[in-house]
């Protein structure tokens, strides 16, 4: 059983326009949610975090959305750029746990 | 550069051969990981350890066995590799002083003939 579910499993946008990645999760005890990057031939890397006190977080181009009563979050990338092509992974910990539980992973391709 | 270390960066494996994959880091943090990564399914929990001498099994246990000696070295061990085990492996580590982050080596690609 999953339990972070990710979609799409691949993206592809046109340069500029928005990609959007969702994730839906079941355990209410998740407290930490974050998002990795991952660049061919590359360990992931962490992008951006959430917590469930807040609705959105920006960094840049990169926003986190959060609702927690539909437990689901997403990450929206504005203004796409072909530097942006790459697999991208939400994953959910819980509260004292060290261990985060990844989604499956979205292939995202930018077109120049 | 501060980080993880894995190696090999890669590797041809005959099946039934014993493998062992290595991972180091430097950052002193007290929890590690293993994870296979395999295309469709993400990125599966092997084995886990929360700090030196105690370890953990993860999702995808079967076959595999870790050690935590120290606090810097985690290595991965194949006992008698299988085909289903090509994968590419990934080691990582956290604190509780990183909210959670966890950091990544670059991976081991590692093909059972």
């Known amino acids: 059983q999953q339990q972070v579910k990710q979609s799409p499993q691949s993206l592809i946008v046109q340069k500029g326009g928005i990609s959007i990645i969702n994730c839906a999760y079941e355990?209410?005890?998740?407290?930490?949610f974050p998002w990795y990057q991952q660049f061919p031939g590359k360990g992931p890397a962490l992008l951006i975090a959430?917590?469930?006190?807040?609705s959105e977080k920006k960094e840049g181009r990169f926003t986190i959305s959060f609702n927690k009563s539909a437990k689901q979050f997403s990450l929206h990338i504005m203004d796409s750029q072909p530097g942006d092509s790459a697999t991208y992974f939400c994953a959910a910990r819980a509260g004292g746990s060290y261990i985060p539980t990844f989604g499956r992973g979205t292939s995202l391709i930018v077109h120049p | 550069i501060a980080g993880i270390t894995q190696a090999p960066t890669s590797q041809i494996l005959a099946a039934g051969r014993r493998m062992t994959l290595r991972c180091t880091q430097d950052m002193r943090h007290n929890a590690m990981y293993w994870y296979r990564q395999d295309l469709g399914l993400g990125l599966r929990l092997i084995h886990y350890s929360n700090t030196a001498g105690t370890t953990g099994k993860g999702e995808v246990p079967d076959g595999y066995s870790v050690s935590r000696a120290n606090t810097d070295d985690f290595p991965l061990t194949l006992a008698s590799a299988v085909p289903s085990q090509t994968s590419v492996y990934f080691c990582?580590?956290?604190?509780?002083?990183?909210?959670?982050?966890?950091?990544f080596g670059e991976g081991s690609r590692l093909t059972v003939l």
């Open positions: 355990n209410t005890a998740f407290d930490y």
């Open positions: 990582a580590s956290t604190s509780e002083m990183n909210t959670g982050e966890l950091f």
């Open positions: 959430i917590r469930p006190d807040v």
